[in-house]
């Protein structure tokens, strides 16, 4: 709620609402600023008669908030930048990927050998890791079969939701193993409809609309018939609650676990991939989700969950803006689906984003632009 105090009664971690403009009219502090005791020592500075008003909303009294404010957020200085080993494992796990979907293709049945290769080595779960997990999906360049690309990045998110929903590990590798394996159809599917560039017409979509089917009768001829989360993940990733999603149309109460779990996660990397001139930010995304959960389309508990421990991720996640500056974000509210975060730009000013309305987070940075 916006409140009027005076220049005495300011404190750190409130957020200017209106900007504040010097005697010559020349901008001083932005809306949207949020205050710290350098801040405020600058206001003193230059209105010592105390008597001019401002508005701001909110006082801070988060301790990782305030911690951020004051310089002592412990955040590492490399939070999610992709570094060689993680890039180098990435590579590794997507080149047997390939062997795996390539026979798969030939064949009509998957190698169960390699899919066991997958949890034994534990490099796919070694991909797991938080900041770093979501910085790719954002940032790694996409050389090769996108599909392949998109199937490992759904497959780390899965990794990361069993550990966010604390399941034992059998239960996190088979949710693991379906987002792996959650596309694995779409290798049915003519190539000049899969990598069609532009919109598909009604027979075309009909025809990519087969893909969770085609998956699910892959997995049961490759000998994964008793593998039941498995397969419901696989079949109803594509499922929505009210019954519009594909290929059966089911609705709430016919939707496994899986298959609930994996709609919000495809369809996360799905809309984090480049459209346009450039990449959607993982708060874009969140607001899609968020409506869709609104709308009763997908699941509220996984949702919620999953944009919160994503929130968590990021802070500390350096950001480009649309003005043109980096920042890292410093701070995000968990307890909003819809929250925007606050963050510190590169010459060193604390925005609270939700209240800046001509400054947005274009996207996430890799490790390239920072340098």
């Known amino acids: 709620m916006t409140k009027k105090c005076t220049l ?17 009219g020349t901008t001083l502090m932005d809306a949207g600023t949020v205050l710290t005791e350098h801040h405020i020592r600058i206001l003193e500075s230059r209105f010592r008669d105390g008597f001019l008003s401002f ?15 004051q310089g002592n957020l412990k955040i590492e200085p490399d939070h ?17 990927m ?102 598909l017409n009604g027979q075309e979509k009909a025809e990519m609309e087969k893909h969770p089917k085609f998956g699910y009768e892959m997995l049961i001829n490759s000998g994964l018939k008793n593998e039941t989360d498995i397969l419901s993940g696989v079949l109803q990733h594509h499922e929505f609650l009210d019954g519009s999603g594909y290929p059966d149309k089911l609705k709430s109460d016919k939707i496994y676990t ?21 990449q959607r930010s993982p708060f874009e995304i969140f607001d899609v989700i968020s409506s869709e959960l609104m709308a009763g389309r997908m699941d509220a508990e996984y949702g919620v969950l999953f944009i919160k421990n994503v929130c968590h991720a990021l802070v500390g996640t350096w950001v480009r803006l649309t003005d043109g500056q980096r920042a890292k974000i410093v701070y995000i509210d968990q307890s909003r689906t819809s929250a925007l975060p606050i963050v510190e730009t590169e010459h060193g000013d604390f925005w609270d984003i939700a209240t800046k309305k001509d400054v947005k987070i274009l996207e996430i940075l890799s490790g390239d632009a920072l340098a």
């Open 258 to 278: 899986y298959g609930r779990i994996l709609a919000i996660l495809d369809a996360y990397d799905t809309m984090a991939t480049e459209y346009g001139s450039h």
């Open 55 to 69: 508005f701001v909303h909110g006082t801070a009294v988060d301790d990782e908030l305030q911690a951020a404010l």
């Open 80 to 96: 999610g930048i992709i570094d060689p080993t993680y890039e180098g494992l990435y590579n590794e796990v997507m080149e047997q």
């Open 98 to 199: 390939r062997l795996l979907f390539e026979q798969g293709r030939q064949t009509g049945i998957l190698d169960l050998e390699i899919i066991g290769t997958f949890l034994a080595d534990k490099k796919l779960d070694d991909l797991c890791d938080g900041a770093r997990a979501v910085a790719q999906i954002h940032t790694m360049k996409r050389e090769g079969d996108p599909i392949l690309h998109h199937c490992l990045h759904v497959a780390v998110l899965a990794g990361l939701m069993g550990r966010w929903l604390r399941w034992p590990r059998a239960a996190r590798e088979r949710l693991l193993l379906a987002g792996l394996l959650h596309d694995v159809g779409k290798i049915r599917v003519p190539r000049e409809i899969l990598y069609k560039k532009g919109a």
């Open 8 to 24: 005495a009664e300011l404190e750190p971690g409130m957020i200017l609402d209106r900007t504040v403009f010097t005697d010559n």
